[in-house]
């Protein structure tokens, strides 16, 4: 019996040459460093800046879990209308823009309103991360989803541990010379813009991200108008 050859698995390479795939994942990678990397600043802020216990710790960096948790569900439902480009976009500069008041921190700032801005910062990643996620694979065929899954997560990890590292080392250096409250508060300003600057360079490949699946969906559109006109031409020749 004539032996039949296993089909070819898709290499890593083929489909980081797909700009949809490749652009979405850059995405997930810088959001990963800024949220991992500003998970480790905003704790410390609060115990080593404001000498909160754990407990309140705790508490208070939950609205940010909150936001994404709030948005995800209706970020999900946009996605299927509109595809991950435009959300993605959008929920990068909504995490931006809610990391800037971190930015401006002082040993002082009022705990609402760092509460409030960490729910919004939440509500962006929230926007962010599933629909780059979700266009990544759906510009993916079936047998190419095994091999990509891998690769995104190790993507999502790498970011968030470089990520750290880079914010922490920000952040120890700024702290270099600070002997009061307002110069730590101060140095650890210095590192949520770092963060910030992290978070507002995925904005380019959500960019290309948004172009490539505009594109995707004008050849696709085109393709079924040519099946559809070729159909009613053989059916008329019928």
Request: glycine share 8%; aromatic share 6%.
């Amino acid at each position: 019996a004539p032996s039949i050859a296993p089909k070819k698995p898709p290499s890593s390479s083929s489909l980081v040459r797909r700009p949809t795939f490749s652009s979405a994942s850059i995405a997930m990678f810088l959001l990963a460093a800024a949220l991992f990397g500003g998970m480790i600043l905003v704790p410390l802020y609060w115990q080593e800046v404001r000498h909160e216990s754990v407990i309140i710790t705790g508490l208070l960096v939950g609205p940010q879990g909150l936001g994404a948790a709030v948005v995800m569900p209706l970020a999900g439902r946009i996605t299927d209308r509109m595809g991950g480009g435009p959300l993605a976009l959008f929920g990068v500069l909504v995490t931006t823009v809610a990391t800037v008041p971190f930015g401006l921190i002082a040993a002082h700032t009022s705990i609402a309103w760092l509460s409030v801005a960490m729910f919004v910062r939440g509500m962006g990643i929230g926007f962010a991360f599933m629909p780059a996620m979700t266009a990544a694979f759906a510009a993916l065929e079936r047998s190419e989803i095994a091999d990509a899954t891998p690769q995104l997560n190790v993507l999502q990890r790498v970011g968030g541990s470089l990520g750290t590292a880079v914010l922490a080392v920000v952040l120890q250096r700024a702290l270099v010379g600070a002997h009061t409250v307002s110069a730590a508060a101060s140095a650890y300003g210095t590192a949520f813009w770092a963060s910030t600057a992290l978070t507002a360079l995925a904005v380019v490949p959500c960019i290309i991200l948004l172009r490539a699946e505009r594109a995707a969906r004008a050849t696709q559109q085109q393709e079924e108008e040519t099946r559809d006109s070729e159909a009613a031409m053989e059916a008329a020749v019928a």
